[in-house]
């Protein structure tokens, strides 16, 4: 099956300050690729959705301008979580998708935990 | 709005043994995918089995099989001969058959005792 990495595994940062995750599909071009948020023992949230080239489509709830998306290549896209706070803290959770129209599969990354202290 | 609901927080299974897990859904869509995905304590997210709407037919994979009721909206997944790397979390999911965007139920956790 195709591959997505993310990076980094495992980020501290301290109150205030920005991290960026990277997300990265190894083996294929993904059209498309989507973060998620997952709070402990819960579901994945999505956050928002991005298709290369264009801006990020958030969902409702989910501030942009603390969330940035970037999808500037066919095998890239980052999240950047503006002065970040502890409540921020949580497992980020990226995956991508190959073309545009039918059915493709969703990929997914082996997740971001982002700890703020 | 989609909403998937999985009424079932948590499941165990002797080894060996057949556990079946629930999954409901609520749409207008007519065509649509659903899909079971399993994540490891690893966190990683493994899609597990995928079903179109549009088929009758029951999918299957293996040791995992769904029972799809389109009327009731219902999607269940049974897992045959549990084995103890079946231990996870499983989360069913809901995609239109036009979008892209998956909707996910609130997960069962699942452990298989030996």
């Avoid at chain 1, 969902?59 to 970037?70: A, M, Y």
């Avoid at chain 2, 043994?17 to 899909?35: A, G, H, I, K, R």
């Avoid at chain 2, 399993?38 to 493994?46: G, Y």
Wanted: charged share 15%; net charge positive; proline share 3%.
């Amino acid at each position: 099956g195709a591959v997505v990495s993310q990076h980094p595994s495992w980020v501290i940062c301290k109150s205030g300050t920005s991290v960026k995750i990277e997300c990265r599909s190894l083996d294929f071009q993904a059209t498309t690729m989507f973060w998620y948020r997952q709070f402990p023992k819960q579901s994945l949230m999505l956050m928002a959705t991005s298709n290369e080239g264009s801006k990020a489509t958030y969902e409702q709830g989910v501030e942009k301008d603390k969330f940035l998306i970037n999808h500037a290549s066919l095998t890239l896209s980052t999240l950047t979580v503006t002065s970040a706070h502890p409540e921020d803290s949580s497992f980020y959770i990226c995956s991508a998708r190959a073309g545009g129209s039918s059915y493709y599969e969703q990929y997914f990354g082996p997740g971001t935990r982002l700890t703020v202290t | 709005a989609q909403t998937v609901t999985q009424s079932q927080p948590e499941m165990s299974v002797q080894e060996a043994e057949t556990v079946t897990l629930s999954c409901t859904y609520d749409t207008s869509e007519n065509n649509y995918y659903l899909f079971w995905y399993k994540q490891p304590p690893s966190r990683q997210m493994i899609l597990v089995i995928r079903q179109e709407a549009y088929k009758q037919q029951n999918a299957t994979e293996n040791r995992f099989s769904v029972n799809f009721q389109k009327a009731a909206k219902s999607f269940s997944l049974k897992i045959s001969d549990s084995q103890l790397g079946d231990t996870a979390m499983y989360f069913c999911a809901f995609q239109k058959a036009a979008g892209n965007k998956l909707t996910f139920g609130g997960g069962t956790r699942v452990l298989v005792k030996p």
